[in-house]
């Protein structure tokens, strides 16, 4: 009896967590553009580099062809002169002789984190006020400089401020009138996983494009955002001063979050660009997909040990499935069985409106599976502070940085 009003509770939570998620996302503008084109800042754009495959290209072209009034430095890092990407930017900055681009190849890193290092020497060349950090899988719209530095500008700048100055957001995903008026310190934005090849990826793609960007809605339907999302982040020189730099981060394993959570303790906002970035990853096995959500699951127990902890609440088809395996009663089964179709019709909707594609609906079988593989990543991230990084070994410290082992 207890231990089935116990599961019964914890079924009926993670339901209703489930639904919070869902509604949280449907309300923000996801994909909305800013109508006022007139704010167009000078720009410079930091890209680390290692290696390319071929989606590399692609991801690169997106940022050299960006539709953007105003000038756009483009500097580019890469960590030795015969890495073979050095080629292809060659190639690019002939093939868009009006880009102010450069390649540089950065100095000895100075610490376990390589693209922190990159940032280091590739700051130094910066020559605009406002930074734009991308990782180099990251695909970009021809008009996304101009929505994601929209959140930058000026309160009162516009003629008619609001939805032609930034996106609408729900009144209820907004701080308080008082943390509304902070300056913008960070602007990020969500990305899709573009291209699942294998079907370890197509159960990663349901964590990234149905349930990691609708969380991030949840927890900010909470509380202001104390963190940045990594494909691509926006802030200014004097933001990065404030924290000491991309030095301070060289040996920290979450850069981007480390980013985003320490200019937000200096008193500024997280802002989030509804536009919408692809990600482009070469083919995963389960071993490396396995490796790649463990890395991030300890990174995140490091970073919001209490969140993370209680983040196994909202594990839909963990707790129905307990429930009725453990202490069956009357109705469970159906119960079990309602849970479980709302869950995928969830995953399908938050898929769907991230990707604009109904491509993936073969696989919401897996949305299911993905989350009793994830109650075992769950677990796996208080077994231990070991990660794979790049094909390296490191501990994991509890402040979020990396010693190698």
């Known amino acids: 009896m207890i231990l089935n009003a116990i599961f019964g509770s914890l079924a009926l939570l993670s339901l209703a967590l489930l639904l919070w998620q869902w509604m949280a996302a449907r309300r923000f503008p996801l994909h909305e553009r800013v109508s006022d084109k007139e704010f167009a800042p000078a720009v410079t754009l930091l890209k680390p580099l290692k290696g390319c ?22 500097v580019l890092g890469v960590a030795a002169a015969d890495d073979p990407v050095c080629a292809l930017v060659h190639k690019l900055i002939l093939e868009f002789p009006a880009r102010d681009a450069r390649l540089n190849v950065c100095g000895p890193l100075l610490g376990a984190n390589a693209k922190a290092s990159k940032l280091v020497e590739m700051e130094k060349l910066a020559t605009h006020d406002i930074v734009v950090i991308s ?48 300056e913008v310190g960070l602007v990020s934005c969500f990305y899709r996983l573009a291209n699942p090849a294998t079907l370890a990826m197509q159960w990663e793609a349901i964590a990234i494009n149905a349930d990691f960007w609708s969380q991030v809605l949840q927890s900010q339907s909470l509380k202001p955002l104390d963190f940045a999302l990594g494909a691509v982040m926006v802030t200014r020189r004097k933001h990065l001063e404030e924290i000491g730099g991309f030095k301070a981060l060289t040996d920290c394993l979450a850069d981007d979050y480390q980013l985003g959570n320490r200019i937000a303790r200096k008193g500024h906002r997280i ?65 079990f069985a309602a849970v479980l179709c709302v869950r995928i019709f969830t995953a399908l909707d938050l898929q769907s409106r991230l990707t604009r594609s109904l491509g993936h609906a073969p696989f919401l079988w897996l949305a299911p599976f993905k989350d009793l ?25 509890r402040d979020g940085t990396l010693q190698k082992r």
């Open 271 to 335: 802002a989030l660009c509804p536009v919408v970035v692809e990600c482009w990853d070469p083919p995963m096995t389960w071993r490396a997909v396995w490796k790649h959500q463990l890395r991030w699951a300890r990174t995140i127990r490091v970073c919001q040990p209490a969140p993370y902890f209680f983040s196994i609440l909202s594990n839909a088809t963990l707790w129905p499935l307990l429930w009725l395996l453990l202490a069956p009663a009357k109705g469970s089964l159906t119960i």
């Open 373 to 397: 593989l994830q109650a075992g990543i769950w677990l796996c991230a208080f077994a231990g502070n070991h990660i794979e990084w790049r094909g390296q070994p490191y501990r994991l410290r």
């Open 135 to 182: 990782d180099a899988d990251v695909r970009a719209p021809p008009d996304f400089l101009q929505n994601v530095v929209a959140p930058l500008n000026p309160p009162g700048r516009h003629n008619n401020p609001g939805r032609d100055a930034l996106p609408r957001v729900p009144a209820d995903q907004q701080a308080g009138p008082a943390k509304r008026e902070r």
């Open 53 to 74: 495959d071929a989606a590399t290209e692609a991801c690169l072209r997106s940022w050299f062809a960006q539709e953007y009034a105003g000038p756009v430095q483009i």
